[in-house]
């Protein structure tokens, strides 16, 4: 199955390409096959919740502890990335995707409720893809308290089954 651009994805999907820009040179799906990847996308860089998303990540040791690579992903350009990056000592890439193609194509662009107000823009999500490439969970519209733990339970489950 693959998803048209701006649909949710869902388990069992094929995982959208992409090659992007990022904080340690050029990243592709490709580059992670045979491997469990994390791709976060958040909204803009040095924010509030996404600074304790991206700090939850890098503190939760998930590459170590249960072998998947994590990815961060938002619109913000390169430069903007590795300052965020370099700050907060963040130890996996950042992609940038200023022209959101691949952030849509994830389904991660829409409409959103930002303090009552109905907005256009990126959608805190995350995904788990397998190592084949597909997509094992998409999670949209997510809150930052205990996201990076409810990742973590679970991929642990997916690597039990």
């Given at each position: 199955m693959k998803a048209s651009v701006g649909q949710k994805l869902q388990?069992?999907?094929?995982?959208p390409d992409f090659q992007l820009h990022s904080t340690e040179g050029?990243?592709?799906?490709?580059?992670?096959k045979g491997e469990w990847l994390v791709l976060y996308v958040?909204?803009?860089d040095d924010t509030p919740g996404c600074t304790q998303e991206s700090?939850?990540?890098?503190?939760?040791q998930l590459n170590q502890s249960l072998a998947a690579q994590v990815l961060g992903l938002s619109g913000?350009?390169?430069?903007?990335?590795q300052g965020f990056a370099n700050k907060y000592r963040l130890p996996f890439p950042l992609l940038s995707d200023p022209e959101l193609k691949v952030i849509k194509a994830y389904g991660a662009y829409g409409e959103k409720n930002f303090y009552g107000k109905l907005t256009e823009g990126i959608l805190r999500s995350s995904f788990i893809i397998t190592p084949q490439g597909k997509i094992a969970e998409a999670m949209y519209n997510i809150k930052v308290a205990g996201h990076v733990e409810r990742i973590i339970k679970r991929l642990e489950e997916l690597k039990q089954a």
């Open positions: 388990a069992g999907d094929e995982a050029i990243k592709a799906l490709a580059d992670f958040y909204p803009k700090c939850d990540f890098r503190d939760s913000d350009d390169l430069a903007s990335h």
